[in-house]
């Protein structure tokens, strides 16, 4: 049962320090998503990649938010330098996209995270 | 680009009754019309998708349904058991602009025992 894996489960950081969270895709799914959830906010799509290469990131905050992804199997999101109001569930999704047919998108665990 | 509009916000019903949530979208040439359920603490999972070539879509309790010229999408959950308590996110993948899911704000369902 393939699953979308994210890292670290929980995260409490200091304003002003550097956050990594990590997402292994789905093996085979093509696009990658970045979504922050808030009780505030519900779920805001922060970032996209399609084959790897960044669709969209208008969602971003891009002063402090950069998102990546080095191969295939992993994709990073970065705070820097992280802010009280970052604190939210940072989730990764997959899916296949095929021409203009989006497949099911499988959400990560979430990474949970803190900034004091 | 996509706005998804969901509604209620809160739901509460009885053990065996039914729940209906409703979803409006922006983007005509929408396609994609999933539905996640999401436990506390949990990750969203897909309980139910429908595409725009089909107006009705079952599995189990569960049916959703599409009306394309009024851009809604409804999600039917009948015979509600307690463990059907969850936040119900619907979503809309646009075609246009970004293409991309648009979630709705979410509904929180609450199932009486």
């Known amino acids: 049962d393939a699953r979308v894996t994210q890292t670290p489960r929980h995260k409490v950081t200091e304003m002003g320090q550097e956050v990594t969270m990590r997402c292994q895709p789905i093996?085979?799914?093509?696009?990658v998503f970045w979504y922050r959830q808030t009780m505030m906010q519900g779920l805001e799509l922060l970032a996209y990649?399609?084959?790897?290469?960044?669709?969209?990131d208008s969602g971003m905050p891009k002063d402090r938010f950069s998102a990546e992804m080095p191969d295939a199997t992993l994709a990073t999101l970065k705070i820097q330098p992280s802010e009280p109001r970052d604190s939210a569930v940072y989730f990764c999704?997959?899916?296949?996209?095929?021409?203009?047919?989006?497949?099911?998108?499988?959400f990560g665990p979430g990474t949970r995270l803190l900034v004091l | 680009g996509e706005n998804v509009e969901q509604h209620p916000s809160t739901l509460s019903v009885q053990e065996g009754d039914s729940a209906v949530i409703k979803c409006t979208y922006s983007?005509?040439?929408?396609?994609?019309f999933p539905w996640y359920k999401q436990e506390l603490g949990k990750r969203p999972q897909l309980i139910i998708d429908?595409?725009?070539?089909?107006g009705e879509k079952k599995d189990q309790r569960i049916a959703v349904t599409l009306n394309k010229t009024a851009k809604h999408f409804s999600l039917h959950i009948t015979e509600t058991q307690p463990e059907d308590s969850a936040v119900y996110f619907c979503?809309?993948?646009?075609?246009?602009?970004?293409?991309?899911?648009?979630f709705g704000s979410g509904t929180r369902l609450q199932v009486q025992p």
């Open positions: 999704a997959s899916g296949l996209v095929l021409g203009r047919i989006q497949e099911t998108q499988y």
């Open positions: 093996l085979g799914h093509n696009t």
């Open positions: 990649f399609r084959n790897r290469a960044p669709l969209d």
């Open positions: 983007d005509s040439a929408s396609n994609y």
């Open positions: 429908i595409r725009s070539n089909v």
């Open positions: 979503a809309a993948h646009g075609d246009t602009g970004r293409r991309a899911l648009t």
